[in-house]
Every structure is written in structure tokens, then in C-alpha cells.
């Protein structure tokens, strides 16, 4: 264990009831002790007064203390519920300090909880990203991810591979045996499970890292075709200038809206339209087109009264035809054209499900697992090796490649969790942790 005690605030910058500040490390019973007498036993809160070294009350309020191993860190922990008054916790944290405490760096109690075994670094990284979470989905699948599911399902993997690599530098030690074809043969059948459980765990990786990130849909289409006022109405606040007047919108225009339990950011773009009256509209249109590129979705608003051509390739794309307030006998959605009226709001509701359908998204469903793209990275690699065995066994090729293959997948699959040569990217990871956790 890190002999190293920490301190720091546990609780959002601010006034609040109540503040928690949090000690870890070999000498926070000590410290404790000495700011506000004997402890309870572990797990049980005692009221007290917390003071100072010279007697001084710095403020009355709860403590409780947690025993290692069974903490949050692995090490003893103790907690100070103190008033939630900034200036109190300051005094809190400084007494702590003055008695040997040290304050705690971003992510530090996480990183202890890491380095003692009691989770593993994709449990550690969901900590950060439940904070941080900003939707229902991302709530519940950096939860997910906490409780260690996509931990189970890595380490599953992990073992499959183990096994094969087992049995493949077994008969790479022993030259001397004949090689059992039908062993080799159950073994590329194995690997070829494993694979298909990699592929698929990246599947839900790759969905988790969008959720993670966010989801980004371009709001184009030519000029006075309703594009503002339907960000207008998908925001429900005035956040784009609307207007008869061509050309309105130059700038690009983001708003981010939680939709279905998933957070996407709309961004509102210049009317396009082939002959732009000035330079600053001519801008204005090369920067909408390149936010096409950039986005998971395109929404292309027309007019329903006045369809314009437009040629620009959208990629993947829903149409919606606006303004069918203004037009009889419409026909009825498709799976990629939508009759829509911002003005009056009909048929959004439809549109908003569609756009959850199309991002691979169900309105107030739940992902696996957050995740994030090194885990996307980590298991893209490890599915790429796993297919080179396969097919190495299945074209006789020595079995040291196939042996190499299967340890470098495993070496992938081990980063996920427990990285063998970690401090760069652990410090990268807890540095995004807030100071206190």
C-alpha cells in the first residue's frame, strides 16, 4: 500500500448542508482521533466536535471511519460530514494537513482503490465517467461498467485465450511429440468462439464510446426551409435567430439535448444554396457542409412547399419535410422522410424516435457499459491477432506465430484492466478525476 495519507474535499465546490472530507492512507485514524477524540467502530458514525491542534472548535458535525482493507481504497478512510460551508472545509482539510496529511491530487483516492486491487482500471475510468455522465443511458451504463460487467465479460476472454495459449507452447516445448491435429483442430474451433466474443464486445464498445463522447447530429437544407426554428423546438428555448430573410444563420449554432436518456448536440447550420449573395455566406455554407462530415446524423430540412435540389452528399441522413402544416394531403412517414411542422410541433415526437432508431439508440433503453476508445483500440487489436491464429492453424504455419499471436492478444486484452507498464497512461486516466475522488 502507498504509505502516503490524503485529504481533500469529497463534496462540489460551494455552499451546500453538508460537506463530506475525506482522509486515506496509514495515518487518517491517528489524525482524526486527534481532531475530534476516539472513533466509533468501523462503519458506525459518531457526532463530534472536529478541532484544532491548540483546542480551537473548527466545527461540530459527524465522523465516520472505514477499516482497511474494506474501504474504498483498500487503506483505513475517514470521513468528516462537516457544515457545507467552504471556509469550514478549508479549516477541515488544513488542520488535517498541519497534522501530516497531504492534499490529495486528482483521482488520488480512485488511483489508491486501483493500485490495492480493489477494481480494476475500466472500473476506475466508469467512476470518472459517472460523474461526468449527462443523460440517463450514460448514468446507467457507467453504473453498469462500476458493477464490473464489462470487467466479467474481458476477463472471460482473457482466460479463453490462456487456455489456447496453453495447449499451442505446449507442443511448441515438446518438438519431440507429434502434433495432435485434433487438438490443434479444437483449439482453432476455441479461438474461433473467442473471436466471435471479441467482435462482438467491440460492437458494444464502439456503441458505448459514442454514447460516452455524445452524439453529434447537422441540422442542413437551403435557406428558409424551418432548420432554426426546429432547433428552436427540439431545444424548447429561443437559441437560433429565426427570420424570412435568407442567409440568417452564418455562424454555426450548437445546443446539446438530452433525447430519449441520450445527450446530442444539434448544431444549426447556414442555409446552403448555390449562389450565396456575399463571401461571409459563402463561409458560412463550406462550414455547414464540413459539420456534415463531422456529424453521426444529418437531418435535411426542406420546405414541403418548396422542395430545392440539394446535391451534397449527407452520408447518413434523414429527410424531413417541414411545414406540412402549410400543405394537404401529405403522405405518411417513411424510414428516411419525415413530414414535420416546427411552427406547430406535428409530427417531432416522430421524428426524435427516429433519430434515437437511426443512432442505434432505444429511447430510454440502456447501453452495456460505458466505454472508451482505448478499449475500442485494445479490442480491436486483440480480434485482429485472434483472426491471424486462425488462420495460421488453418494454413499449417509454425505454431511459435500462432503462439505470438494469441500472447500479444492477450497482452491487449490484459491493458483493458490492469496495464503491465501503466504510469504514463494512469496518469493520463486519474488526471481527469476531479480532486477528491
Known sequence: MNARTIVASASAAGRG????????????????????????????????????????????????????????????????????NPT???????????????????????????????????????????????????????????????????????????????VVEANIDFPEEEVDKNLLDNVKLNIKGYSDEVSELLSGVREGVRLREGYSIAIVGPPNAGKSTLLNLIAKNDVAITSDVPGTTRDLVRVAVDVGGVVIEFVDTAGV???????????????????????????????????????ADLGKHIVVMNKCDLKENLPSHGNKKFYISSTTGQGVQDLLKAITASLGVDEGGETAFLSRKRHEESLGLAADLLIESIVSLSEGEALELVAEN?????????????PMSSDD??????SEFCIGK
Open 425 to 430: 497512461l494512469l496518469g493520463e486516466i486519474f
Open 17 to 84: 448542508g453538508v460537506s463530506v472530507v475525506r482522509m486515506s492512507g496509514e495515518g487518517s485514524r491517528s489524525i482524526a482521533e486527534k481532531m475530534c477524540g476516539g472513533l466509533s467502530e468501523p462503519w458506525k458514525f459518531k457526532k463530534c466536535s472536529i478541532s484544532s491542534q491548540n483546542g480551537e472548535v473548527l466545527d461540530s458535525g459527524m465522523v465516520v471511519f472505514f477499516q482497511s482493507p474494506h474501504s474504498y481504497t483498500g487503506e483505513d478512510v475517514v470521513e468528516f460530514h462537516c457544515h457545507g
Open 273 to 311: 444554396r448555390s449562389n450565396p449573395d456575399s463571401d461571409i455566406e459563402k463561409e458560412g455554407i463550406n462550414r455547414s457542409l464540413g459539420v456534415v462530415k463531422e456529424s453521426n446524423l444529418t437531418l435535411l430540412v426542406q420546405d414541403v412547399t418548396d422542395v430545392k435540389e440539394f446535391a
Open 88 to 166: 469550514i472545509v478549508a479549516m477541515v482539510i488544513d488542520e488535517a494537513v498541519a497534522m501530516g496529511a497531504a492534499i490529495a491530487e486528482p483521482g488520488e483516492f480512485t488511483k489508491k482503490a486501483f493500485l490495492n486491487n480493489k477494481i480494476d482500471l475500466a472500473q476506475a475510468e466508469s467512476v470518472s465517467d459517472l460523474i461526468n455522465a449527462q443523460s440517463k443511458s450514460a448514468v446507467l451504463a457507467a453504473n453498469a461498467s462500476l458493477t464490473g460487467r464489462f470487467s466479467e465479460q474481458v476477463n472471460r476472454l482473457i482466460d479463453g485465450v490462456v487456455k489456447a495459449r496453453v
Open 406 to 418: 494469441l500472447r500479444s492478444a492477450h497482452h491487449h486484452l490484459g491493458d483493458i484492466l490492469r
